[in-house]
């Protein structure tokens, strides 16, 4: 990428907004994939991001219902059950020679988008962040805010080609994230596993927001980082689970993980990529999980889910 890129970002919600504001505002060229409703406001009014640590600001970006153009690298910042739906506005041949970097939870997706795209330009990332794009109103732009007081990024070149992805890492990093080259694709994959399952996990079972879940149900989390760290393990990426729990402490106790937030609202949940990924795995290694598993059937069989 030059200094001045072109990004594609696939889902402009509330990580995907983000991203594509704080990009815009460091003066690169941002073209956001997304409905038509959403693409008529974001031309009209822009992105108006809330930040704690970024104030308050309003961005311009370009905006369409499908890639038409090679780009630099596209950004996939959907949710897992929109996914399959969402790639339609990504054809294969519209991309060029661009990086695909998934921004995703769960750990099974890579291997989807390697079979879509061009496996040496899928370079998987994962980012932490508590970040919300509100109900749109029609009268107003696309409002994200930013909630937790950081944005961390890793990228895993994987199969693509590392200077690129070096590349890109740095206008992430110039554009206000903490963004990081890491040099296995697998560990950074679990890592974010071993911290998001119990998070997601937990908050959307008692309704609660993490403050109240490292307090009243810490024994669980303890359980399920610790289950989550065993399977992690076995897949071949090493995760300290001290360090996975003192993670949550950096969140504000009012912190909800995306799941929760979704579960609020009525929308489809990512239970299937986080939660049966995990149970998946653990099956595959022959891990025993028995937290997880209960928590997960509990999520499963409640009916509004």
């Keep these: ?40 406001t974001l031309r009209s009014s822009g992105i108006e991001v809330h930040s704690r640590q970024f104030g308050d600001f ?8 499908e890639l038409r153009e090679p780009v630099d690298a ?17 054809p294969p041949a519209a991309l060029g020679d661009a990086l695909v970097v998934p921004l995703l939870n769960g750990v099974e997706h890579p291997a989807t988008l390697r079979a879509r795209y061009r496996p040496d330009r899928v370079a998987p990332g994962v980012i ?12 107003r732009p696309v409002v994200v805010e930013h909630g937790s007081p950081f944005v961390e990024i890793d990228l895993a070149a994987g199969t693509a080609p590392r200077p690129r992805v070096e590349t890109l890492t740095a206008t992430l990093s110039a554009a206000g994230a903490t963004a990081r080259l890491t040099e296995d694709e697998t560990t950074a994959l679990w890592v974010k596993m071993a911290f998001l399952a119990p998070f997601a996990l937990l908050t959307t079972r008692y309704g609660a927001p993490l403050g109240e879940v490292r307090t009243r149900h810490h024994e669980e989390l303890e359980s399920l980082v610790a289950e989550t760290a065993a399977v992690s393990r076995a897949c071949g990426a090493p995760v300290d689970p001290a360090q996975a729990l003192a993670r949550y402490d950096a969140f504000p106790p009012d912190a909800k993980s995306s799941m929760q937030r979704d579960a609020e609202a009525g929308r489809p949940l990512e239970l299937d990529a986080i939660g049966g990924a995990l149970l998946r795995a653990a099956d ?4 025993l999980v028995p937290v997880a598993t209960r928590v997960v059937r509990e999520l499963q069989s409640a009916s509004h889910y």
């Excluded at 990428?1 to 991203?19: E, Q």
Aim: glycine share 10%; with cysteine; hydrophobic share 40%.
């Design 1 to 40: 990428m030059t200094s001045k890129s072109t990004v594609a970002i696939l889902g402009p919600g509330g990580i995907g907004g983000l991203l594509a504001a704080l990009l815009s505002r460091s003066g690169h060229r941002v073209i956001c994939l997304a409905r038509e409703a959403t693409a008529q």
């Design 58 to 65: 309003t961005a311009a970006v370009e905006t369409d219902t």
């Design 74 to 90: 596209c950004l996939i910042t959907v949710k897992q059950t929109a996914l399959d739906t969402a790639l339609t506005r990504v």
């Design 128 to 139: 932490r962040v508590e970040s919300t794009r509100l109900a749109p109103d029609g009268t």
């Design 284 to 287: 595959r290694h022959g891990v």
